[in-house]
């Protein structure tokens, strides 16, 4: 679990939690080093899908037609 102190942090992973349990995609955006990852890892293992695998997807370093 991802350590937090502020209230807006804590409130996200509150949200994660929620959010975690259901089956609708989730989208996680930020600015470079604000722990997108962390909390992709978090979404996962606290998500019904925690026995597949994590497959992180560094979507800047993809050229935009394979995105397409």
Avoid: Q, W, Y
């Amino acid at each position: 679990m991802p350590i937090a102190e502020d209230p807006e942090s804590l409130a996200l992973l509150a949200l994660a939690e929620r959010v975690a349990t259901s089956e609708i995609p989730v989208l996680v955006e930020g600015p470079t080093g604000t722990g997108k990852e962390v909390l992709a890892r978090f979404l996962h293992t606290a998500s019904p899908r925690r026995t597949g695998p994590f497959v992180a997807v560094n979507c800047a370093a993809m050229p935009e037609a394979m995105l397409e």
